[in-house]
């Protein structure tokens, strides 16, 4: 017998029928005698819908109001499930965030978890009732609901893994497992059997968007086993779920690949501030004003000039775009640019792998080949396991492709 969370993401519940179908997979789970708490996503579209209807009224919208909007997607699936566990003659019981509570700081539409409560699930679970959390959402310290940013209920499920010391924490969701990139740009992706929280870490971070990033260190710093699954897999005939991938450990994992995975966004923005006093402070002057407007820069250069002058190119997430404009205008006299440019027709492309800390060459591989295809490099960036480069979007798939056939990791 073991305690699990299960959570199902907006696919799987995207209608009556699919709820049905996880209710059916849930009360397995529940007959092979574990204890079961289930996180569940807004159906698939919904917030898109909830986030849209916000903008439409306001673009720069109050962000409390928002999380009473969009918080709502995840109430509904959560009811809607506990009633199909029933209907089943499973016990079962719906819980929004405030109800347990989760408690997040006030940081509202991105909010991070400081406490789960989990005394009163596990009670119930113990008593053979199955929890079912709405995810995304918790309370602040105003007592609103909070959201925890889009993708957030994966961290919503992470988290509550840890409050309940889960066994481990599985993501079901619409792809079977974590791939060597996008199977649906490169045909030739593998799966990954296992991966290591850092890698996923970084290729959750720059676009394979299987995962919210924020779960992901969360799992890490609370070693929570994640596993990613189907929902879709029809395996009731072998009598259980196809193996999916495995977040875990680096010790877990014995043969390191020097590269695991590649990544690509196309959620990104370049933007350049050009001709600003090549001074000390100046970095501080851009970029303190970015961070105080919440707008998370990633990459960053900085040209040198002879005339005194300089221009700052950096990324930004391409919703952020309007934001990041309005604060450097509001700051022009203080930073002294000429003009800004922004480029929104850019990807970002990264090659990532725990074997890099051990194994040179990679970046040098990936420069000779994106060259070798005629692409243009505009910005790099690296860590300790990972390469990233901005190319023009148009070359995305492109470069991925060419990038998985170097790197060795073309399925045979
Ligand atoms: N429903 C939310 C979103 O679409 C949270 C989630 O699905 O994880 O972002
Ligand atoms: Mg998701």
Redesign the pocket.
């Known amino acids: 017998m073991a305690r699990i969370v299960m959570k199902f993401?907006?696919t799987s519940v995207a209608d009556l029928d699919r709820i049905r179908n996880v209710a059916a997979r849930v009360k397995r789970e529940v007959e092979a005698g574990h204890e079961v708490a289930v996180v569940v996503?807004?159906m698939s579209g919904v917030?898109n819908q909830l986030v849209a209807w916000c903008q439409q009224l306001s673009p720069l919208h109050d962000a409390r109001e928002y999380d009473a909007v969009v918080a709502t997607?995840?109430q509904v699936t959560s009811g809607l499930m506990a009633i199909a566990l029933q209907e089943i003659g499973v016990e079962a019981r719906s819980w929004h965030g405030w109800q347990i509570p989760l408690k997040t700081d006030g940081a509202h539409g991105k909010a991070r978890i400081d406490s789960i409560n989990g005394d009163e699930l596990i009670r119930r679970m113990a008593n053979g009732q199955v929890a079912v959390l709405a995810?995304?959402q918790g309370v602040g310290p105003d007592n609103r609901v909070t959201t925890l940013g889009?993708?957030?209920?994966?961290t919503s499920a992470v988290a509550l893994a840890a409050a309940l010391k889960a066994e481990r924490c599985d993501i079901y969701t619409d792809v079977d497992g974590i791939y060597t990139t996008d199977p649906r740009i490169v045909a030739k992706a593998r799966k990954l059997a296992k991966i290591t929280y850092e890698e996923m870490l970084e290729l959750a971070s720059v676009g394979a968007k299987v995962l919210?990033t924020r779960s992901v260190e969360l799992a890490m710093k609370e070693r929570v086993r994640m596993q990613v699954l189907s929902s879709f897999a029809d395996n009731t005939a072998l009598g259980g779920d196809l193996p999916g991938s495995l977040v875990v450990d680096e010790d877990e994992i014995v043969e390191k690949e020097l590269v695991a995975g590649i990544a690509y966004s196309r959620d990104e923005a370049k933007v350049t501030v050009r001709r600003v006093p090549d001074r000390p402070g100046i970095a501080a002057a851009i970029f303190g004003p970015l961070a105080g407007a919440g707008v998370n820069v990633d990459m960053i250069v900085q040209n040198i000039s002879a005339d005194g002058t300089t221009d700052m190119t950096f990324t930004l997430g391409r919703t952020d775009l309007p934001r990041a404009r309005k604060t450097l205008d509001d700051n022009r006299a203080a930073i002294g640019f000429s003009e800004i440019l922004a480029d929104p027709d850019v990807a970002k492309i990264s090659v990532v792998g725990v074997g890099m800390r051990s194994h040179s060459g990679v970046a040098s591989t990936m420069f000779r080949t994106l060259a070798d295809k005629g692409i243009n490099i505009q910005v790099i960036s690296t860590s300790e396991i990972k390469v990233s480069v901005l190319i023009g979007a148009e070359y995305t798939e492109l470069a991925v492709r060419a990038l998985h056939t170097a790197y060795g990791l073309d399925a045979a």
């Open positions: 993401g907006g996503s807004a917030t997607g995840e995810g995304f889009r993708g957030g209920s994966d919210q």
